[in-house]
């Protein structure tokens, strides 16, 4: 997760979580503030190698909005998991009013 760190109120944020190579490939899940985010604010995509290996991408995009704030922060999380063993992933943004 390398996008952006700084937003304005009203702002589309798009950000994408990507996996390693695996067999099978990892199940990944956005968290908006420790919340799962609807999947109607993602979308996911598998690929499938050569070697039979396989990674996953999701990608999360949504509006900024003041509801989602704490303290003018957001904080966004990507928990990849794969054979009940999870990594997360944390990226914090911050957002200013218009």
């Excluded at 760190?5 to 067999?23: A, H, R, T």
């Excluded at 799962?36 to 290996?53: C, G, H, I, N, W």
């Excluded at 999380?77 to 054979?83: E, G, L, P, R």
């Amino acid at each position: 997760m390398e996008e952006k760190s700084d937003y304005e109120l009203g702002d589309n944020v798009s950000i994408l979580c990507n996996s390693g190579k695996s067999k099978p490939a990892p199940e990944l899940k956005w968290y908006i503030n420790d919340q799962l985010a609807k999947s109607d604010l993602f979308d996911k995509e598998t690929v499938v190698y050569p070697d039979q290996l396989e990674s996953s991408s999701l990608a999360l995009r949504f509006r900024l909005k003041p509801d989602v704030l704490h303290n003018g922060k957001v904080t966004l999380k990507c928990v990849a998991t794969i054979n009940h063993i999870s990594a997360v992933t944390t990226k914090e943004i911050r957002a200013s009013g218009k």
